[in-house]
């Protein structure tokens, strides 16, 4: 079986994952967190799967088949290969948290020194990182702002709705009679030649 870790560590490390998964089972009573012979089948299962994901850069499978190796047994080591994956994937945020967790859980790790170096490379690039530009709540005021003008703009089309037309309004029919009276004048005019209605001096001729 290959190395469960993919850096420099302690082979002793690895010889205890590969004896702690070829343990036999509890024996009948034990407490049911104890990982039975069924968990310890799986977990190398998914180890060992997982091992040949991550060699083929598979790290998203890889990931994948040590989560489940460590729900089925839970042993320190997975989690630092879970690190090992998010860092390989980018996801700094989840390689930081993950290689914490595995110094919390062995504290007294071999590779501790290399661990703490990639904690501390992670949360350097974590500090450079340029922070996403922040969606802007509006202020109450400029809230009320635009209710406002919103407000505004709603009374004005609605004026505008119910204003009459053009032919509604009086002083449309009063011009209209003017230019009307006006028209009929001209014409009785252009009609009746060049001579006035008589008037009670008799016809007056302008030639």
Not at 17 to 30: F, M, S
Not at 147 to 152: A, D
Not at 153 to 166: D, H, L, N, Y
């Amino acid at each position: 079986m290959r190395c469960w870790i993919h850096s420099p560590i302690s082979a002793l490390l690895s010889v205890l994952l590969v004896l702690q998964l070829a343990l036999p089972g509890p024996a009948q009573g034990a407490a049911p967190s104890t990982p039975t012979a069924q968990d310890r089948k799986a977990s190398r299962a998914a180890f060992q799967r997982a091992q040949v994901a991550y060699e083929a850069g598979r790290f998203e499978e890889a990931l994948a088949g040590y989560s489940e190796a460590n729900e089925r047994m839970p042993n320190p080591a997975f989690i630092f290969n879970m690190a090992q994956c998010h860092r390989q994937l980018g996801r700094e945020d989840e390689a930081l948290a993950h290689y914490r967790s595995y110094l919390e859980a062995s504290p007294e790790a071999r590779n501790r020194a290399m661990v703490e170096a990639h904690i501390r490379d992670l949360e350097t690039a974590l500090a450079q990182r340029v922070p996403e530009k922040p969606v802007l709540t509006p202020s109450e005021e400029l809230m009320l702002r635009r209710q406002q003008e919103e407000q505004e703009e709603a009374a004005i089309a609605a004026a505008r709705r119910e204003a009459p037309a053009v032919y509604q309004t009086w002083w449309f029919w009063t011009a209209t009679a003017v230019v009307v009276g006006g028209v009929a004048t001209g014409v009785a005019l252009a009609q009746g030649g060049s001579k006035l209605p008589p008037t009670s001096l008799g016809d007056v001729s302008l030639r």
